[in-house]
């Protein structure tokens, strides 16, 4: 059998239509008109290695499969999962020097040593290990606390590679020299440098598939979520619905961060403006 290659293969409109409300539907994800090409491409490696003839073929599949790990694939696909750590160093800037500051004093005097964060799409794992980095930082000579930082994505694929916290060269560049050696163990493997997250990291951080359409098994209330480009994806409806739960979850004092492409602007919320893309609740 010769199998078609990635140009030959036909997304038609009721095909595309298919797909965008399926993925809307269960994600929010926004694939609008733009974005039948991308799918196409995207989705035509994944026709070609389980041998599907068409488009039509490979979504009967995947309906088919009653287990969701066609389905996880599928959004694995179409998700852009480009992270790195300490991206928008702006955010760790104002988290170290302004909200964490300002979070432990406000916490101390209520007898408060509990601190919660939420790293929604989390991605590979680079921020929310950036977080427990800037956290552990701030807390050095300030007794003990009990830190945690739930981190989730819907891609089952990034999870598994950010539970494992081991990166190449490339990718541990813009953690700076004094904190990789203090938090990051190197090891090798097949003649390659790598770099392992330290155990005092990796027992702050709890990795969990979560669906942010669906129902969030969260505790209130956190002291702030990093939610950075996740929201792109989203029309404003959805964009609305869950910057609103991001403010019901957080507790008084807590910070909303978003992507730097992405603003609160035509969304009705009840949170204050700090600076662009960081937003605190009253």
């Excluded at 991308?38 to 039509?56: E, I, Y």
């Excluded at 104002?94 to 209520?110: N, Q, V, Y």
């Excluded at 990291?201 to 098994?217: D, G, S, T």
């Excluded at 909303?256 to 009253?282: A, C, M, R, V, W």
């Amino acid at each position: 059998m010769v199998l078609l290659t990635a140009r030959e293969f036909e997304l038609s409109e009721s095909d595309f239509r298919k797909i965008s409300s399926l993925v809307y539907e269960h994600c929010g994800i926004n694939l609008h008109e733009g974005k039948k090409e991308l799918v196409r491409a995207r989705l035509a490696k994944r026709l070609r290695n389980g041998d599907f003839s068409s488009f039509k073929d490979y979504m009967r599949h995947v309906l088919n499969d009653k287990t969701g790990m066609e389905f996880s694939i599928l959004v694995d696909s179409l998700s852009t999962n480009l992270t790195s750590f300490f991206r928008e160093s702006q955010h760790f800037e104002f988290l170290s020097k302004k909200c964490l500051p300002a979070m432990l004093e406000r916490k101390r005097k209520k007898g408060d040593f509990r601190i919660r964060a939420w790293s929604a799409g989390c991605s590979s794992g680079e921020e929310p290990y950036s977080i427990a980095i800037t956290l552990l930082e701030a807390l050095h000579g300030h007794g003990r606390w009990d830190a945690r930082i739930l981190a989730t994505d819907i891609s089952t694929t990034v999870l598994e590679t950010a539970k494992t916290g081991i990166y190449d060269t490339e990718r541990i560049d813009p953690v700076p020299q004094m904190l990789r050696q203090k938090y990051l163990r190197t090891r090798r493997s097949s003649g390659e440098k790598l770099y392992e997250v330290g155990n005092e990291i990796r027992n702050m951080v709890i990795f969990n598939y979560l669906n942010l359409m669906e129902q969030w098994p969260i505790k209130a209330p956190i002291d702030f979520i990093f939610c950075r480009n996740v929201m792109i994806y989203f029309d404003k409806t959805t964009q609305s619905r869950l910057v609103n739960r991001y403010y019901d979850l957080l507790g008084s004092g807590g910070v909303l961060f978003t992507g730097h492409s992405e603003s609160l602007t035509g969304i009705d919320h009840k949170f204050n403006y700090i600076q662009p893309t960081i937003y605190i609740k009253p």
